[in-house]
């Protein structure tokens, strides 16, 4: 199951391509990941994500550290009013890491195209002690629903 999460493009966000930057993207899904993965108590969200686990605020337990990145840029985005629809999965549950997932797409509609897709290998980290620790039960639990087959990238040469 994917979590689908609206972003809006700001007119910043292009450059002189007129096109999305490739930086500016990797912020663009910077954003729907702590939309997905933070917990948030307050009202009015516009997202339902039942993955959204991680405490976010200073002095949390947990943190969560970046190991990787991987981008493939299928088309160019344009500038445009409606916001994207960034669909995000867990690709990967490890011991203390996991596989997220993303594909970039267009406003919803028919023909939504595909824009990006991308995966982002996530440790958890114990604040305290600066270590990887292990993905809880509770995590586990959660974040199953939300498995699927990795990205599948187009293959190198």
């Known amino acids: 199951m994917r979590v689908h999460v609206p972003i809006h493009l700001r007119w910043g966000d ?3 391509y007129n096109h999305v930057n490739n930086v500016e993207l990797m912020r663009l899904l ?3 990941r702590v939309r997905v993965f933070w917990r948030d108590d307050s009202e009015g969200g516009d997202i339902d994500s039942g993955m959204a686990l991680i405490e ?5 337990d947990t ?3 970046i190991a990787r990145h991987e981008v493939e ?3 160019p985005i344009p500038y445009q009013r409606q916001p994207l629809d960034v669909q995000v999965w867990i690709g990967n549950l490890g011991g203390a890491s ?3 997932g993303y594909e ?3 406003p919803s509609g028919p023909d939504q195209p595909l824009y990006a897709r991308a995966s982002s290998t996530i440790v958890l980290v114990d604040a305290k002690t600066s270590r990887p620790r292990r993905i809880t039960d509770e995590e586990r639990t959660a974040w199953t629903r939300y498995l699927e087959d990795p990205v599948a990238f187009t293959k190198r040469r």
Do not use: H, P, W
């Not at 976010?56 to 949390?60: C, L, T, V």
């Open 14 to 16: 292009l450059d002189a």
């Open 98 to 100: 996991l596989e997220v």
């Open 63 to 65: 943190i969560t550290l």
């Open 73 to 75: 840029y299928v088309m």
């Open 30 to 32: 910077e954003e729907a």
């Open 104 to 106: 970039v797409y267009g």
């Open 56 to 60: 976010a605020e200073a002095g949390s």
